[in-house]
C-alpha cells in the first residue's frame, strides 16, 4: 500500500495492516469493506465496473450480427482482435500512468473514452469502420481495467483485497441480466446500430458523473516520489506497446484468411509480437518461472481460452445455427452470472483454499467447457448445448481470474502494483490474440481442405484443451512463499 507525502491532512488515509498478509491463508483484519475509510473508493469503483459490464455484456453478443450486416462475417477475428490488440496498449498506458500519478486519471479518461467508442461504432459503415471502433473501446477498456485492480493494490490492505476484487465482479450481475437479453431485443427490433448508439446516450452522464467525482476523489492514492521515479525509470516504452498491438491486430487480420496475402501478414505480425512482447512481461514469463512471471503467463492461457469460446460460439450459432441474437444475449446473460458467482465464492466461501489451487479447480471447469462446446457443433443438439459452454467456461474464470490477481499483487515489489497490473492485462491480451489466432487458423485451415463447417468449429475448440492442460501443470508454481 502507498501513501503520498503531500497528502492534505484532510483526506483519509488506509490503515496499515497489522500483519503481513499471505494470499495463501488470508488473516482477519479489522478494516470493513464498506467502512468509512474505504465507503468512497469501494462506490466509486463499483459505479465504475457497473457501467463498465453494461456497455461491455450488451455491446458483444450484437458483434457477430453486426459483422454478418456488414458483409464481414470472415473478418470477424479482425473486428474481436482489434479489441483485444488495443487492450493491450491501454493496459501498459494505464499502467504506468497509475504508477506514476495514481490510478485515478487513467480511470478517468479511460470513462471518457468509452463513450466516443459507442458512437464511433454505432455509426459503423464498413467492418473496418467497426474494428476501429472496437480498437479504441480496447484502449479504453484497457486503462480502466489495470486502473482499477492498481487502485485496490494501492489503496487497499491486502487482506481485504479478494473481497474488493470479487465485489467488482458481482458489479456485473445486473447488467449481465439486462444488458444482453434487452440488446438481443433491441437488435432484433430495430438494428444492432440502436444498441451501440443508445449504450452511448444512456452513458455518457454517469461517465461524467464518475470524471467529476474522480477529480476531486479523496481516496485516489497517488505514489510516492520513489515509486514514481521507479515507474519512470522502468516502463517499458508506450511505443514498444504500440508496436506489440500492431502485430496482435496483424496477426489477427492475417488469420482470418487462407491465401498469400493473409500469410504474409500473419507472419508479419508473428514476428512483430515474437520480437517485443517479452519487453513487455516479467522476465521469465515463457520459462513459466515461478511467482510473477507463471503468475501472468497463465493469465493469459485462461484469458485466452474463455475469449475464444465466447468469440467462438456465438459466431457458430450465427452462422450454422441461425439462432436469434436473444439466444447469445440470454449465454452472456448466463456466463456473467456464472463468473460473477464462482468469483464470490471465492472471496467469500472458499477463503481457506490455498489460491494456486483455485487456479488448478478453474482450469479443469474450463476444460469441461471446452468439451461441452466441440460436442456441441453437432447438428442434432439444439443451440443452447452449445450456448451453455461460455457459462460452464465463466464459473471456471470467476476462480481462475481474482486468484491470479490476488497472487499478481502479492507477488509485486512496493509501489509496483501498476507494473504488475499492467502486465497482467498484456498477457491477458495476448493470450486472448494467440489463441483466438490459433483456433482461427484452425477453422479456416479445414475449411480450405473442405471440411464440413461444423468439424472446423470442433477441431478449433479441441485445440482448446492444450493451454487447460497447461494450467493446471503449472498452477503450483504461482504459490505465494
Known amino acids: 500500500m502507498t501513501h503520498d507525502a503531500q497528502r492534505s491532512s484532510t483526506n483519509p488515509t488506509p490503515p496499515e495492516p497489522s500483519a503481513p498478509s499471505d494470499p495463501e491463508r488470508p488473516v482477519e483484519a479489522p478494516e470493513k469493506l464498506f467502512s468509512k ?21 450488451a455491446v ?43 490510478a485515478h486519471r487513467p480511470l478517468a479518461a479511460g470513462m471518457a473514452l468509452a463513450v466516443v467508442t459507442l458512437v464511433v461504432s454505432g455509426a459503423s459503415t464498413s467492418i473496418w469502420h467497426l474494428a476501429a471502433g472496437r480498437f479504441l473501446d480496447g484502449v479504453s477498456a484497457g486503462m480502466v481495467a489495470v486502473a482499477v485492480n492498481t487502485a485496490i493494490g494501492q489503496s487497499y490492505p491486502p487482506a481485504l483485497r479478494p473481497r474488493a476484487l470479487a465485489l467488482m465482479s458481482t458489479c456485473w450481475i445486473v447488467p449481465s441480466l439486462v444488458g444482453p437479453p434487452l440488446a438481443g431485443v433491441v437488435a432484433e427490433v430495430w438494428s444492432w446500430r440502436t444498441v451501440f448508439l443508445g449504450l452511448a446516450v444512456l452513458t455518457l452522464i454517469p461517465a461524467l458523473a464518475v470524471v467529476a467525482v474522480l477529480r476531486g476523489a479523496s481516496w485516489s492514492a497517488t505514489p510516492t516520489a520513489e515509486a514514481a521515479e521507479t515507474a519512470g525509470a522502468t516502463r517499458p516504452p508506450l511505443l514498444l506497446a504500440a508496436t506489440v498491438s500492431v502485430g496482435a491486430a496483424l496477426a489477427q487480420y492475417g488469420v482470418s484468411g487462407w491465401d498469400p496475402w493473409h500469410l504474409l501478414f500473419a507472419a508479419g505480425g508473428l514476428v512483430l509480437l515474437i520480437a517485443f512482447t517479452p519487453r513487455l512481461l516479467p522476465s521469465g514469463t515463457f520459462r513459466a518461472a515461478r511467482r510473477l512471471p507463471v503468475t501472468v503467463l497463465l493469465r493469459g492461457l485462461g484469458s485466452g481460452v474463455f475469449f475464444t ?33 464462482a468469483s464470490w465464492v471465492q472471496g467469500h466461501l472458499l477463503t481457506g483454499w490455498s489460491r494456486h489451487r483455485l487456479v488448478q479447480v478453474g482450469a479443469v471447469v474450463l476444460a469441461l467447457a471446452v468439451v461441452v462446446a466441440a460436442v456441441g457443433t453437432s447438428g442434432s443438439l439444439p443451440p443452447y448445448f452449445a450456448a451453455s459452454a461460455m457459462v460452464v467456461a465463466a464459473l471456471g474464470m470467476g476462480l481462475i481470474a481474482p486468484s491470479l490477481t490476488v497472487l499478481s499483487l502479492a507477488h509485486s515489489p512496493a509501489g509496483r502494483q501498476g507494473y504488475a497490473s499492467g502486465a497482467m492485462q498484456t498477457s491477458q491480451n495476448l493470450g486472448q490474440i494467440s489463441v483466438l489466432g490459433i483456433g482461427s487458423a484452425a477453422l479456416n ?12 468449429y470442433a477441431t478449433a475448440f479441441v485445440l482448446l484443451l492444450v493451454p487447460c492442460l497447461l494450467t493446471v501443470l503449472l498452477s503450483a508454481r504461482t504459490r505465494h512463499p
Not at 465507503?39 to 455484456?57: C, E, H, K, Y
Not at 485451415?445 to 472446423?456: E, K, M, P, Q
Request: proline fraction near 6%.
Open 309 to 341: 469460446l465466447e468469440a467462438l460460439v456465438p459466431l457458430m450459432l450465427v452462422t450454422d445455427r441461425d439462432a436469434p441474437p436473444l439466444v447469445i444475449g440470454l449465454a452472456f446473460t448466463g456466463a456473467a452470472i456464472a463468473w460473477a458467482a
Open 445 to 456: 485451415v479445414c475449411l480450405a481442405v473442405g471440411t464440413d463447417r461444423s468439424a472446423g
Open 60 to 102: 458483444i453478443p450484437t458483434l457477430p450480427t453486426a459483422a454478418e450486416a456488414l458483409d464481414g462475417v470472415s473478418l470477424f477475428p479482425l473486428v474481436a482482435g482489434c479489441f483485444v490488440a488495443a487492450s493491450l496498449f491501454g493496459g501498459v498506458l494505464g499502467g504506468h500512468w497509475a504508477d506514476r500519478s495514481g
Open 37 to 57: 475509510t474505504y465507503l468512497a473508493a469501494t462506490t466509486t469503483f463499483a459505479a465504475v465496473m457497473f457501467l463498465t459490464g453494461l456497455a461491455a455484456l
